[in-house]
């Protein structure tokens, strides 16, 4: 009884102490904000690199500058077509997401840099629905320290790497199309 208890404590604390943490993949907390940024190698030229992200029609308000550009998404779907298992479709309620993009370009490379993540909630009163537009940062960081719940750790940071890493891949695209 003694030994099981003590394992059981053990476990207890690992777990929170590996989930206790502010990075969580390419997510981090930086000032109570989520911010996802990973780093792409691409053999794109800076141009071609403009074009792909043009023509995939996810941005609104592209600003191009230097070797930055900079624009908004709306309405991005977290799904990307594979079954979850029970767990972690539990956590993905609000599949919609509002956000904001930088990529800056280097030779062989680009970052993209996602900020000010808004989730959309649909309630139901009534026969009513009501759209409501939330910072991430509500559900996904713990009171007022600076590391994410179980709920986001264990679940929807799984599925928004995923689709983030999915859609942000220009170089999946042929921008070169030879006949």
């Not at 691409?42 to 609104?60: K, N, R, V």
């Not at 079954?83 to 993905?92: F, G």
């Amino acid at each position: 009884m003694y030994k099981s208890t003590l394992l059981l404590l053990a476990l207890f604390l690992s777990t929170t102490y590996i989930n206790a943490q502010d990075q969580l993949g390419h997510f981090r907390i930086e000032n109570r904000e989520i911010i996802w940024q990973k780093v792409f190698h691409t053999d794109h030229s800076f141009s071609e690199l403009q074009y792909a992200i043009s023509t995939s029609l996810l941005f609104e308000d592209i600003v191009v500058a230097d070797s930055l550009i900079t624009g908004k998404i709306e309405h991005f779907y977290l799904e990307d077509g594979k079954k979850r298992s029970w767990l972690e479709v539990n956590y993905i309620d609000n599949k919609y997401v509002d956000m904001y993009v930088s990529i800056e370009y280097r030779a062989q490379r680009y970052r993209v840099t996602v900020k000010r993540i808004l989730e959309h909630s649909v309630y139901v009163d009534s026969c009513n629905y009501t759209l409501v537009k939330k910072r991430i940062e509500e559900n996904a960081i713990r009171g007022t320290k600076e590391v994410f719940t179980n709920d986001f750790s264990f679940g929807k940071v799984n599925v928004m790497e995923l689709c983030f890493t999915n859609k942000f891949d220009f170089n999946k695209s042929s921008l070169k199309d030879e006949w």
